[in-house]
């Protein structure tokens, strides 16, 4: 009897990748699915209805060397092919996954992935540069490409994007290519919830060619440790996308909370809290000559943002070559910013409670005034913003400044309720806009420039 005990209780340590008499492992390792969360979308609604996934039929589990060091992204890609076309993946709570190879998986269809435990990309920098994915947008990489249909990505789990080893390298080479956390690349009728987002090396998110993707209940934190500042670390950046729903979700990053890159259109943002960021921004827009960048029917609501460089923010290349930085460069590009809403935000310590620029990347105003943007800013509505700036710009508190009459119309500000650190509420510089439509608003020609 006891040696069929034995039998039993090494076929079960097997079965879980473990060592037979790891007693301790295998009694914290827990397999038990929490199941799929509630997908509700609100207040706001999408601009178009999200698909209702069914029932998964299968479960597999995912294996794991579980040293915090051996590549387990076999383990992971096999549990994938198991369980696609109707099938559950679980990465269990109280377990590490090290994840050291570029996965492509775009071939997902009708499959949950709860991801319970810890999940960690190496530090090796010479692979991933030769290896990450290259996107098509500025120096975009991804670690991996996450795409499909109807796939759910859960189970608040961590993802850790190892970025120490990234900040410091690029400060001492700005070409580094720095892959993006979490690559959602023509994802379709999806959603990714209820996970914690660490240390990404650039961006946390980056959403191409997607639609009816939800994101909502994520954490996203990971600053530098040392004195090389995390940059770039955008919370999602949208890309050639459609209905896509970005909700109660807290953000502490060193850029951008939210960027809507070309041709994001029906993009809904709701129920944030950012910390640290560059605000949340459509662009930029026009950095590239020959190509049309349109971004429209953007709503954001009920936005807590502090310590930032911006609260709405709207930015623009000019229509001459500009350069920001090394590795950051361009203008010239045609298109249209239309019927964008910021409806709601509470700002805490931010330089520019609303800003809209069509000079981004040109510090020479004159230069970029004498070649005006190609792209246009159209339908723009602003309200409901109220709080405290920072020191800044005091005693500036916005800066609503176009390249040209011409290229900017019906920009609407009103209910907007903000003071300077000595006390001046409302004072924004204006230039090249309807002046009648920024209701409440002390227009002063003074131009502090723009961030």
């Known amino acids: 009897m006891l040696f069929k005990l034995i039998l039993a209780f090494v076929a079960l340590a097997q079965a879980a990748s473990l060592h037979p008499w790891d007693l301790t492992k295998l009694e914290r390792r827990s397999t038990h699915a929490q199941g799929r969360p509630s997908l509700e979308i609100g207040p706001k609604q999408p601009y178009k209805p999200f698909y209702e996934s069914a029932p998964r039929t299968k479960t597999c589990i995912v294996q794991s060397h579980d040293d915090g060091a051996t590549d387990d992204s076999q383990y992971f890609l096999d549990a994938l092919n198991e369980c696609n076309n109707g099938g559950h993946v679980l990465m269990p709570s109280n377990t590490t996954y090290i994840i050291g190879t570029a996965l492509n998986l775009t071939f997902l269809n009708s499959v949950d992935i709860e991801l319970q435990g810890y999940l960690q990309f190496t530090n090796d920098t010479d692979y991933w540069q030769a290896n990450s994915f290259r996107q098509i947008f500025q120096n975009v990489t991804t670690f991996w490409q996450l795409g499909g249909n109807d796939v759910n990505f859960y189970g608040g789990g961590t993802i850790d994007g190892n970025g120490q080893v990234w900040y410091d390298l690029y400060a001492s080479n700005i070409y580094t290519l720095r892959p993006v956390l979490l690559g959602t690349i023509d994802l379709h009728n999806s959603s990714i919830t209820n996970l914690d987002l660490r240390y990404s090396p650039q961006y946390y998110n980056f959403v191409a060619n997607s639609s009816s993707v939800l994101f909502s209940g994520l954490s996203i934190s990971g600053f530098s440790k040392s004195s090389n500042v995390a940059k770039n670390t955008d919370g999602w950046d949208t890309y050639r996308s459609s209905n896509i729903v970005i909700q109660n979700s807290t953000i502490n990053n060193g850029d951008d909370c939210v960027s809507f890159k070309p041709n994001s259109t029906g993009i809904l943002v709701q129920n944030l809290h950012c910390n640290g960021s560059h605000g949340i921004s459509v662009g930029s827009l026009g950095q590239y000559v020959g190509e049309k960048d349109i971004v429209g029917d953007v709503y954001v609501y009920n936005i807590a943002m502090s310590n930032a460089t911006d609260g709405a923010r709207i930015k623009v290349w000019p229509g001459s070559p500009a350069k920001l930085s090394g590795d950051l460069q361009g203008g010239g590009g045609t298109g249209s910013v239309k019927n964008i809403t910021y409806d709601t935000m509470s700002i805490t310590n931010v330089d520019y409670a609303i800003e809209v620029t069509q000079c981004y990347g ?50 609407n500000v009103e209910g907007v309720e903000v003071t300077t650190p000595s006390g001046v509420q409302n004072q924004f510089t204006c230039g090249d806009v309807d002046e009648s439509l920024l209701q409440g608003i002390n227009c002063t020609t003074p131009n502090k420039g723009s961030n």
């Not at 040109?362 to 005034?369: A, H, M």
């Not at 004498?370 to 109220?386: A, K, Q, Y």
């Not at 709080?387 to 011409?406: A, F, M, Q, R, W």
């Open 362 to 411: 040109q510090s020479n105003l004159t230069l970029c005034n004498e070649f005006p943007s190609n792209l246009t800013i159209s339908d723009v509505v602003m309200r409901g913003i109220s709080g405290s700036t920072s020191k800044k710009y005091d005693p500036l508190s916005g800066y609503v400044v176009c390249s040209s009459e011409t290229v900017c119309s019906n920009i």
